[in-house]
């Protein structure tokens, strides 16, 4: 017997207000034609005046736990993937933790920006499998409007906020790939590319925030060869062959690498879960909000076998095998 990480539910929350690459073209010189020609993406939601990342989050924990059926009582581990906190401290998770009416238990945050899901579902994983907790939140949430520099146009216009959560709850399994849960986590980063894609500020360099500074082609060259080398890797470690899964749910940064990682493990975009055209890329936010819509839909079923996979600044990238 081992214990595996169960999802038992999964919940979002986006901000209301949606913005068009056409809204987009009003503010900074580029075009709704070029934005989908090279990325995918068709439109993102921004948040309001005063809506913060814990604001999101919060929304999708209460929207994971309605469906996982359970009371926010039984969460005992908070995981919160984050690379846009409400403040420098304390972690955004603690005020997730304070108004889900939690007062015991671990609340803390991850920092991996675009991989931050992976490497959260990943960490919570590794307790509940020690048995250091039994039913966790692991929550994606990111304003990265908040990061952005609305002049530069190579960057504002791929990023968009929200959240997304998953319910995590320790069960037996037998230790195949047949059970349902967690069946492998794989992080990997390299920090020789700290530059590639950053923040020119931060508390102790510079006492300020900063904005999001990227060099677009080299993280598009590392990102299609890493993500399909860790897909390769969740796939081989538990034996499975690529026509074996039911779902692709890749980190939505760029439809184009999107279709370059599925090329690459010969699998048919169909299985590919996308909704960068209408998030754009929500850095830690996109993986759970893609599952969510997929399960809403009734695509990802209970036994499906569902493979994440994902790449951010660092670099660092990872994926996970789960069979819902
Ligand atoms: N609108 C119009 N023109 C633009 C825009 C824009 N928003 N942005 C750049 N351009 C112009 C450039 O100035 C350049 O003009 P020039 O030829 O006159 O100099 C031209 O378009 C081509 O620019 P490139 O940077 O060469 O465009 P490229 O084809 O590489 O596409 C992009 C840029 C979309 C950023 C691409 O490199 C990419 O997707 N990279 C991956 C980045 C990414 O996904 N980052 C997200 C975070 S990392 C992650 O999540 C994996």
């Known amino acids: 017997m081992v214990v595996r990480s169960l999802i038992t539910g999964c919940g979002s929350c986006l901000p209301r207000q949606s913005v068009s690459n056409h809204e987009l073209a009003q503010r900074v010189d580029t075009s709704d034609d070029w934005i989908v020609q090279r990325t995918g993406i068709r439109s993102r939601h921004i948040a309001g005046d005063g809506e913060t990342t814990s604001d999101l989050a919060f929304g999708a924990a209460q929207s994971a ?6 009371p926010a009582s039984r969460i005992d581990l908070i995981v919160l993937a984050t690379t846009t ?69 190579t960057t504002c216009v791929l990023f968009g906020d929200g959240a997304g959560a998953v319910v995590l709850e320790a069960t037996d399994g037998q230790g195949t790939v047949s059970d349902r849960g967690v069946l492998s986590t794989h992080l990997h980063s390299d920090g020789r590319h700290y530059e590639a894609l950053w923040v020119d500020g931060g508390p102790s360099a510079t006492q300020t925030t900063g904005h999001v500074r990227m060099n677009g082609q080299e993280v598009f060259r590392h990102a299609v060869s890493r993500l399909s080398e860790v897909a390769a890797e969740a796939l081989a470690a538990n034996g499975v062959e690529p026509g074996q899964l039911d779902w692709l749910v890749p980190h939505q940064a760029n439809l184009r690498i999107i279709e370059g990682t599925a090329r690459k493990l010969h699998l048919p975009l169909e299985k590919a879960v996308i909704c960068v055209d209408h998030h754009g890329n929500t850095s830690a936010a996109s993986i759970p909000l893609a599952l969510t819509e997929a399960v809403t839909d009734g695509r990802i079923k209970c036994s499906d076998l569902v493979l994440m996979e994902a790449m951010g600044g660092g670099f660092t990238w990872g994926s996970a095998l789960v069979r819902w």
């Open 65 to 70: 736990l309605a469906h996982a059926g359970i």
């Open 85 to 153: 906190p409400d403040h420098t401290f304390p972690a955004t998770a603690v005020r997730v933790q304070a108004r889900l009416g939690l007062t015991t238990g671990i609340a803390f945050d991850v920092q991996a920006v675009c991989s931050g899901f992976v490497y959260a579902l990943a960490v919570a994983d590794n307790f509940l499998r020690l048995g250091q907790a039994r039913t966790a939140l692991v929550i994606g949430a990111d304003t990265f409007s908040r990061i952005l520099d609305w002049n530069d146009r």
